[in-house]
């Protein structure tokens, strides 16, 4: 008995080439087409810049004509971007934009903000990542200090889960800072 226990356990042993090893972890391989840009202007609206070919421009239910959504379906997320004339009231507008980022605090890990200065186009802003399971990724603003305001915000149809959105996150995160490096004033506002 003891020798056909020895002789099971050393056919088992001579038996077995292949190593038996654990299989990894699977991760989630998500490819979004590269970003490729047009030109997007829309007529009464005194601002331009480029933006995405795969985004869908749709009207805001704001009802403001200059206020749009760039809808990405693939992406189920959306880049809201509000334009306001300034007048005499660039203080709030400032204020306004600069407690936007703030209101995420509570579910954000950390909100980081970057200053923008295009003196070329005269467009001089801030540009604000958040990390964490905030329901707004990144969010913009955008101005020349004397007649335009241009802000935007990231959010997404699902539930917050930054390490879920955090590929879509990213992709969205370089359309705006595409935007921004593109935006430009298109006249100058009439009273």
């Known amino acids: 008995m003891k020798k056909l226990i020895v002789l099971i356990f050393l056919a088992g042993l ?3 080439e292949d ?3 654990p299989k990894p972890g699977a991760y989630l391989a998500l490819e979004y087409p590269e970003a490729l840009y047009s030109s997007f202007s829309k007529e009464d609206c005194p601002y331009q810049f480029e933006k995405n070919i795969e985004a869908e421009v749709e009207p805001s239910r704001a009802g ?10 693939e992406l189920k997320g959306t880049i809201f971007i509000t334009y306001q004339p300034v ?3 660039l203080d709030s507008l400032l204020t306004d934009a600069q407690k936007l980022p703030l209101q995420h605090t509570i579910k954000a890990d950390a909100i980081e903000g970057s200053i923008y200065t295009n003196e070329f186009n005269r467009a001089y802003g801030m540009f604000y990542q958040v990390e964490g399971n905030a329901a707004s990724q990144a969010q913009f603003y955008l101005t020349d200090s004397t007649s335009h305001f241009l802000t935007g ?3 997404f149809q699902a539930q917050p889960n930054f390490d879920s ?4 996150a990213a992709y969205l995160k370089e359309d705006i800072k595409h935007l921004m490096e593109t935006v430009q004033w298109k006249k100058e506002l009439q009273d």
């Open 165 to 168: 959105i955090l590929p879509a």
């Open 153 to 155: 915000s990231v959010y």
């Open 64 to 73: 403001n004509e200059c206020w749009i959504n760039l809808e990405y379906p």
């Open 87 to 89: 007048r005499n009231n």
């Open 14 to 16: 001579i038996s077995c």
């Open 19 to 21: 190593e038996v090893q």
